[in-house]
């Protein structure tokens, strides 16, 4: 799998979480927190086409684009390649160094304690 930039990353994710979009509605949703140019976006998007990431329906005037790999599939790719290069391949080291900073939520610690269990359990 291509490793998608931060930029494309940003794209991905609008894209995930708002389905099909045309290069307009991208921008638009990108120019809420930074500036970006219309001719930007396109390009990273003709880029990510290229690369097999998004893929482009031309069949009406305004292209539409949507994505071509899974989230989950781009979050798995870069969590092993975090662990492996930062934490030496230790899943323990980066969920210790992970829930040390004391950021996870009453939820998202009830979460972690569920799958624990469930993992425990064998319930994979």
Do not use: C
Not at 25 to 51: C, F, P, R
Not at 55 to 68: F, L, M, V
Not at 98 to 124: C, F, H, P, V, W
Request: charged share 30%; glycine share 6%.
């Amino acid at each position: 799998m291509t490793k998608p930039t931060e930029s494309e990353l940003e794209i991905l994710r609008i894209l995930w979480s708002k389905g099909p979009s045309s290069v307009r509605v991208v921008n638009e949703i990108i120019n809420e927190s930074k500036d970006s140019g219309y001719t930007t976006t396109l390009k990273i998007m003709q880029i990510m086409a290229q690369k097999g990431l998004v893929e482009r329906d031309e069949s009406s005037r305004t292209h539409i684009y949507s994505t071509e790999i899974r989230e989950e599939k781009v979050q798995s790719a870069m969590l092993d390649r975090l662990m492996d290069t930062a934490f030496g391949g230790s899943a323990s080291q980066l969920v210790l160094n992970a829930l040390g900073r004391g950021d996870a939520s009453k939820q998202e610690l009830e979460q972690i304690k569920a799958l624990i269990k469930k993992l425990e359990d064998g319930n994979q």
